[in-house]
């Protein structure tokens, strides 16, 4: 955390569409920004380091400047990258060489001079000969002499290492020569796999997950106590999945917003589909994953939590992360108790894989119930990462199988000899037993809700497999 916060930021900015998030990608080394010909795909500030050619720094991608009026979404996008273009050491100012300089180029260049901030301005599209116009265009910016680029195809990039390190400074820079040909392209592997083996010391992983408007991006930003996403009552507004480092209570979390989930077959729009698939890829990669429901709709419809939600749920447990469902807006509902009944009962009958499944009520907006929220976080966390002593788990066997008996199959008591824990994240354990393909669903349901119970897994997804064979440990004769 540290280490992080002694870099330089530097934030890329400019109109809509001039390929932002196409540098972003380029620089961070995967593709972690969204990155669509649709203009104003980017809504909030995205985050990561970055490294060129051996220069450290933090990099921030912004919303496209565009047009505002007081009360419309770009307004509350607009002060979104100006707050970033405040907190930034270094600027980089993006025109389309293609397109030319345009009137929102000029207006927005001189709104960014206006906060003193140190800018490069950058050219980019120069590929081939059609961009020279437009990067003579771009002196007209005022900010110097402007760097040609083509982030798309990796062009330019010694002379932006260049111009950073005598705005910046040397002190993160590596003492060889940058070289173009210095591969930039695709997708650089972070040292994490889906389920976070190897990595135990790294920060818990959470992410926030929901349906369109349920409150997801009013939690993030009431956690982090700052305005970090834009908010509203238009639902949707959030498209790209957004990390920020923070702790609480002493434990480094890395939090995660993410786009609203609708049913797969009302997506029809190809942003909300990439939109989609990197809410995906944050459960994928999630430790613990925060399922917030609107409470309202359980109240005025007083069907329990609805179809779509539960899917979502089951997802979270295929994928093998810890779960909490928070029932938002609590503050609004006016028979909580009814409501919180039909929530327990559609759980239970829905989501009975993930029984005892932690259900928190909050009101976002306000900050109620956000430290029982970030309680069950933690407790969930450590119950993923448990572990549970052999000899304690095959004392704990022997007392089940004597409480309720495995099956007769064909004749003869199925045998289950011994029992261990594999992995955590999630907890995986292997049973050897002497007729594995004998064994009833039943059975195995009995003996995972008594670990969920006797070893506190409430919350966390539950791997039982079944091998044929002897105690691995007992001698053969």
């Known amino acids: 955390m540290a280490a992080r916060a002694s870099l330089p930021t530097v934030a890329i900015v400019g109109r809509p569409n001039v390929g932002k998030s196409t540098l972003f990608n380029r620089l961070v080394g995967r593709r972690m920004a969204l990155v669509h010909d649709q203009p104003g795909v980017t809504r909030d500030r995205k985050e990561a380091d970055a490294t060129l050619f051996g220069f450290d720094f933090r990099l921030v991608d912004t919303a496209g400047l565009d047009e505002t009026n007081e009360e419309g979404i770009e307004a509350r996008m607009l002060a979104q990258t100006m707050r970033a273009v405040g907190q930034a050491d270094l600027v ?45 265009d771009a002196y007209g910016l005022g900010f110097g002499d402007p760097i040609p680029l083509s982030a798309e195809h990796g062009q ?50 959470l992410a926030i997950v ?98 779509q939600d539960l899917t979502i749920a089951r997802q979270v447990e295929d994928e093998g992360r810890g779960l909490i469902i928070v029932a938002n807006k609590w503050d609004v509902v006016t028979d909580p ?36 929220l970030m309680t069950e976080v933690l407790r969930v966390d450590a119950a993923w990462n448990s572990r549970i002593g052999t000899g304690k788990l095959n004392q704990w066997l022997e007392r089940m199988q004597a409480e309720h008996q495995p099956p007769l199959a064909g004749g003869r008591r199925i045998k289950i000899r011994y029992m261990t824990q594999a992995k955590a994240r999630p907890p995986t354990f292997a049973m050897f037993i002497n007729k594995p393909a004998d064994l009833p ?37």
């Open 156 to 205: 330019g990039f010694s002379d932006l290492h260049e111009a950073m390190v005598a705005v910046l400074g040397a002190s993160g820079a590596a003492e060889e020569e940058p070289d173009d040909d210095e591969s930039l392209d695709g997708e650089s592997p972070d040292g994490e796999s889906p389920d976070g083996e190897g990595a135990p010391d790294r920060p818990l992983s």
């Open 337 to 372: 108790a009814k409501t919180r009944r039909a929530m327990t009962d559609s759980l239970d009958t829905s989501l009975s894989q993930l029984r005892g499944v932690p259900l928190v009520c909050t009101s976002a907006l306000r900050g109620e119930g956000l430290d029982r």
């Open 210 to 307: 929901g349906r369109p408007n349920a409150g997801k991006s009013t939690l993030f930003n009431k956690l982090l106590a700052e305005e970090r996403v834009i908010t509203g009552p238009e639902p949707g507004l959030t498209r790209d999945s957004i990390a920020i480092d923070w702790s609480w209570g002493g434990r480094e979390i890395k939090l995660i917003d993410t786009a609203g989930l609708r049913r797969r077959a009302k997506i029809d729009d190809a942003v909300e589909k990439l939109s989609a698939g990197d809410t995906f890829q944050a459960i994928q990669y999630a430790d613990v994953v925060v399922l917030m429901v609107d409470a309202r709709t359980v109240q005025d419809f007083g069907a329990g939590i609805e179809k």
């Open 92 to 136: 980089l100012f993006l025109m389309d060489a293609r397109a030319g300089l345009t009137p929102l180029d000029t207006h927005f260049a001189e709104l960014v001079r206006k906060t003193g901030v140190r800018v490069i301005a950058i050219a980019n599209k120069c590929e081939g000969g059609a961009g020279l116009p437009g990067l003579h």
């Open 441 to 477: 669903d039943s059975y195995l349901r009995y003996l995972t809700n008594g670990l969920r119970r006797d070893f506190g897994f409430d919350g966390v997804p539950i791997r039982l497999y079944l091998r044929k064979g002897r105690n691995p440990y007992v001698n053969k004769r």
